[in-house]
Every structure is written in C-alpha cells, then in structure tokens.
C-alpha cells in the first residue's frame, strides 16, 4: 500500500478519494456535516497552500484550513472523476 | 436589529395556529422562502449563517392561518457547529412542529439528503423543497421531482425561491400535507441496529422519545459520550454484539446506510442534460484572484475601501440637497407657520429648532448611510463574503480569532447588535466571546452620522479618508483586542477554518434594494424617534438649573446640563476638548443610550446657545429658493465626484488650508458651532473617543445576552479608557510641539496604564486557566 497521503500533498487541480479522517471526535464530525468521509470524491480548486485549501465536494464549495486537510487521508485518482 | 422585537410579538400572536418548521442545511434559501411565504422582509444573504435565531411569522392556507417559523441553518441533528445550529437542532427535535419543510439545494443535492435522512427519522410529517434548481441546471443537472417524491414517499417541490419560482405548487402541497400528513419512509438501519437502539432508547431518561432516539443514535455513532459508568458498560456490550453479527462497528453500519441512502436518492432525482460551462470557468476565475495568497488580503481592503469612500462621496452629491431641502421645510417652514399662528417664541425655538433642526441633521445623512447599506447588501449577495473570512484567515488565526469571524465585524458596519448575534456562527466557545467582544469597535451606521457631521466641517475634501481612516482604526483596535485577550485573558487556539463558500450571484436589484430600504427604515425611524425626544427633553433640561435660590429656570449656560457636562470637562481636557465646549461632554453622555442622539443632543444644545437669530429667519422665509438652491446643489456636486474621483486618495486636498475647509459646508448653527468649538485635531480624537468608548444601550443588550454580565461590564470599562486614552494620544502627539513637558507626561501616563491593563490580564488569565479548566473541558465535550 502507497504511504500515506493527505490533501496538503496533492496539487491544484488534482482529484482524490478520501481514505479516512483523522482526528477527534469533533473533527470527524464536522468533516461529515459537510459531506468529507471515507469514499468522498474530491477535488482540489484552490491552493493547497499555507492557509489550507479550497476542495470541490459535490456541488458545493468547502474551504479548509491547513490544521483540517492535514487530517484529511486521501488515495490519488487520476484523471479528473465524473461529477465533481 | 429592531426585528428581534416585533419577532416576540408575533411569536405570541401566532400561539395554537398549526406550526410550519423551515428547516435545512446553510445558505440553501429557507429565509427567501419564509419571506415569500410570510411576505416579511427578514435579511437574507448569501453566505451560511445569516440566521442564528428562531424567527416566526404568519401566512393564510386554504383560508386559515398558520404561523411559520424559520430556523438558523443545520447540517445534522446529531450535532456539530455553532449554537445556531444547537437552537435549530432543539427545535426541529423538541418544538411543536405541524410540519416539516425541508429545503435542499438541487446543486448540493446527496449532501443535502443527509439531513433529510435524519429528519425523515423523526418521524415528523414533511414536504421536501428542491431549491435552485436553476443552479442545478447551470451545472447541466436537471431534476425528477416525481421520481424522488415516489422513492421518498414525501411530497417535493422544486423551486427557484429567490425569484418566487414554484410558491404556487408548494402552497398546493402545504395545504394537502396539513389536511393529510405525509409521512416518508425513512432509510432503514438494519435489524442489529434497530435492536441496538431499543436497548438504548429505553435506558434514556428524556421524556421526548423523538429526543431518546437521537441520543441513541449518538451514541451508537460515538458522537456523544455516556452519561455514566453504568450506561457506558452497556453501550460497550451492545456494540460489542453488533461488532460480532456484521463485522462492522455500528457507526459505520449507521453512517454507510444514510450516506449510501442519499447516495441513491440523489441519483435517482437527478440526471445529467449537460456539462458544467461557463460558470465554474468563472468561478473558478474569480476564486483564484479573491482567495489568492497575495492578493487576497488586499482586494478585501479595498473592497471596504471602495465601499466607505464611494458611499461618502457618492453620498455627498445628495448630502447638500437633503440637507438644505430638508432644513427649508422642516426648520424654516414649521418656523414660519408657527410664526403665523402667533404661537410663543419658546414653543417656536422648541418644535422647529429642536425637532426640525434634529430631523434635519439626521435626513442630511440618509445618502451616505443608505449607500453603505446598498453596497453591504451588495456584498452580502454577491457570495465574496465567505470567500473574505477565508483569505484573513490566517491573518486572523495569527491574531488568535477563527477567520469567519470576519463575518459579524462586516455586519457590524450596519449596526453592532446582529453582528454580536452573529457571532453564533463561531463554534468554539473561547473563540465566539473574543468574537463578541470586539464588535464594539466595529463602526456602525449610526456611528457614521458622527463622522459625518464633523468630516463636513474639518475634512470636507478628503472626508471619505478620514472616515475609512475611522474604520480600519476601528478593524485594527477590534484585531489588536482579540490578540491581547487571546495572549492574556482567554488564552487557546482558534479551531481551524472550516466554511462553506456559497456560489457567487450577481446580486438581485430587488433584494438589494428592498434590503437597503428594510435597513434605511429602521434606521430612519429610530433615529428619528430618539432625537425627536431627545431634542424636547434638550431643550427642557437646558433650561433649569441649580442656584443659589435652589432649582430654578436660567440661561443654557448655568443650567443642569451645563453644570453636570462642565464638571466632567477636566477628565476631557488631555483630548483636546476646552472648559467652554461642554456641549461635546452631553453629546458623550447621550451616545452610551444611542450613537444617533449625539448629533441631535449637540443640535439641542448649539441651538439653544445660539437661539436669538432664528426668529428673524422663520419671519420672511424664501422656501421655495431654498429648495431651488438646494436642488442646484446636486449637479454641483456631482461634478466635484466626478472630478476628484482620479483623486481616491484625496490628496490634493490635503495641500489646500483648513480654513478654507472650515469655511466650505457649514451651514447649520449646529455645525458652525461644531467648527469654532474643536480644531481639526480635537475632532479627530473626538471621533476616535466615539468610535472606541461605550456601545450603545442595545449592544450592551446584546453583550449581557451572549456572553454575560462579567464580560458586558469588561466591555465597558474597557472601551472607556481605550477611548480616553487613544484619543489623548492623538492629541497629545499632535500638540507636542506647544507643551512637550506634559505632553510627554500624558503620553507616558497612557502607555504605562496600558502596560498594568495587560500585567492585569495577565493574571487573570492565568488564574482563569487554572480555575476553568475542568469546565472549559466539559463544554469542549458537550460540543
């Protein structure tokens, strides 16, 4: 299995899968309020830079600090997925 | 603002109709669709966190009437977020709702179908609205209402509720639902689970078992912990069996099931017509020049900038003519119509001088203050707001407050109350009270017909500076603040920055305006309310006084007024306010009841100081001259706005002689007074003492309300000797040249009483850390 990746490693532009959320209780329960779980397909449209970055999750617009998508485990998806 | 009021009224009146319960994630319209079905006007915007309370209003169904109440936006009744969503969660739980209407957006749709899931769960009758469908559809999605109504067992609407699309089909279905409940069929969890939960639900002790099943479920879910040793020993056994029958632990078993469920619910309402075009380019486009790493902070700034100039200047077109028009009809008019009637000299100098000459004041500010409301609707549509708190966020993480706080302190340049409301939205507790605490110093409108006032006099061509000046001087003291608490008193770290940014919309003409107008009013009429008052009791209390013989009637200048406010002149004196200008000292005392009054209590008392002349003026008045000349007022203007707007900085006006900026504009006796009363620096650190001191009687309301007495009384005090000692800064500095020795004194006093207030907090907040912990520790879990 790859090492382990998160959102700050991927670039702009690139589409993911979530693995797992790492964290707190709390912290996984915010990222699910906003639709962030295991299988959640991503993409990221904004940075990822010191502040955080910008990722499209369905239809909607999420913009997360750095302390959030460091917690954030994802598996690389080529190409960009369907629908997002 | 004033809607809390009339909100309670009617949460009264409306008591044992049926009640219809708005309900749904963030931004996805429920304030648009309670003001289409109520037909109120309640603030609506485009970013999550407009609404932060309950609000009820009424509407008439088939002929009777129903009260319908809209909620601050939820993402899940199992928790998570910010009180805001903790009152929407209680309610739709606990409150006693008729009916159920779920708003999701047909955008957003899978994620918006969990919380459908989990309201289905409730058991509670419910009609599901598919909101934006227009949004949907940019993004080449369509949606199958029929198809999702058959798989949901629920009525479903779709809508475009911002422009009134689908209400005629959505009343249709409301009226059906109240004569027949529809109730749906919620996502089934599983033998196990259900098993699991009736064990659960009957060692609850809520009597609710709506509420039992929720707090089972959290349970199972692991997002709330066991009351006690005995319940966790039990919880442990249970899932401990379900571990041994699936597999899996049960809130996996739980959550796949929901999210699989509005998973295949989502597919099965939505089909692809197209491809995402145009719009993600541009917002894609627009997201990379606002959220930028460099250019982000700047294009905030100057945002504001534009904003606060262009509402000055642009206002200063029609200041004139409002001004003028209004002091013709109102001061000289009612003057000579009085005159006519052979009334009293003093009933004359009270109704036109006092009142009028108050209205007056405040109608010369209406274009300045309603362009600044236009421009913060504007902003409020547009999407940008989001986007804002996320580009300062780091710049506001450095200075310990989460970047949404950036949120109420823009709403706070409307008016301090719903910004400290507003500050709901902030989910940590440390991080909401820095948040609460600093919108004081956010400044407001009525804080800006202040500004105005005396930039009319002091700063005529370059007012629009002096006045954002004001502004970032306030953003900058309420930034500092919260760095100095966060270091001292209310030391941790802000969570990290999670928000959702809305999609960006031009913004629609009809609800700028009518927003703008909903503001304008309210402000109008308060203000006018209080000054009219205030202008009569002004006019009263000015006239008795303390003497020798006791209480007795004398001249302006020995009486209460003048003798309390001249008491209080020397604590003045070190900011630049003189013994004979204890006008300015009532003005203050009047602004802790309400920014608008100072203004008028300055008008009361300059009129009556200068009263003699007024009478010859309302004998012959030349009204219809007046209005002409005002009217001519406008093009002038105009021209000048034109002319100096390749000048923003305004600083070809700096080069130009305070006097003849003195001389420009100022017409009424009230601010004649005002420019012999204070030089150009006096004012400024006048103003600067306005902007920091005491908020107004309804933002101290609003402090006691969320975050207590203790920190309301800490508010005060502390905005009073930042005021004192800021502007005797200024000052000070400013006069250094002419008395350096106790300039110097004064300066080094300030700093070194600055230096114990932070050894002071210090303390505190050690003492603080050691004491609260346990508790701060229970509430972090409670969350």
Redesign the interface.
Known sequence: MNPSLFVGDLKLGDSARVRDVTGG??MQ??M????I?RGTDIRV???P????A?LQ????????????IQRIEVEFCRGPIPGI | MSACHEENQKTQATAGLPIIALAGNPNCGKTTLFNLLTGTHQQVGNWPGVTVERRSGSMSLDGRKVSVVDLPGVYSLLGGGGEDQAVARDYLLDGPVDLIVNIVDASNLERHLTLTAELLETGRPMVLVVNMVDEAEAQGLGVLTTELSAALGLPVVSMVARRGKGRGNLLDSLTQALRQAPHGTPPPHGLLIERALGVLTALLPDSNPVRRRFDALRLLEGSAEPADSGMEHTLRQIIAEVEDGSAETPADLIMDQRFGWAQEMAATALHRNGYTGMRQRITDLLDHVVLNDWFGIPVFLLVLYLIFVVSFSGGNIFLDFFDQASAALLIHGVGHVLLETGLPTWLIALVAGGVGGGLNLVISFIPPVGLTFVFLALLDDSGYMARAAYAMDRLMRRLGLPGNALVPMVIGFGCNVPAIMGSRIIEDPRGRILTVLIQPFMSCSARLTIYMAFAVVFFRSNGGQVVFALYVLGIIVALLTAWLLGKTALRGEALPFVMELPPYRLPGIRSVVLQSWQRLKVFTFRVGRVIAVIGVVLFILPGIGWTDHGLRSTDIDHSLLAQGSRALVPIFAPMGIQQGNWPAISGLIAGAAAKEIVIGTLNGVYQRQNAADLMATYRDPDIAGQLWGALKTIPTNAITFITTLDDPLGLSAMESTASTQQASGAESVTLQAIATSFTALSAFAYLVFVLLYVPCASTMGALRREVGWGWMIFSLLYGSSLAWGASTLIYQTGTFAKHPGSSGAWIIGVLASFALLVIGLRLYGQRAATLAKPSLNQKAASA
Do not use: D, I, T
């Open positions: 209780r709390g329960q915010r699910r309020m906003l639709g779980r449209v904004h940075g830079g010191k502040r955080g910008v999750v369905g239809g909607a617009r999420l913009a997360l600090g750095w302390g959030v």
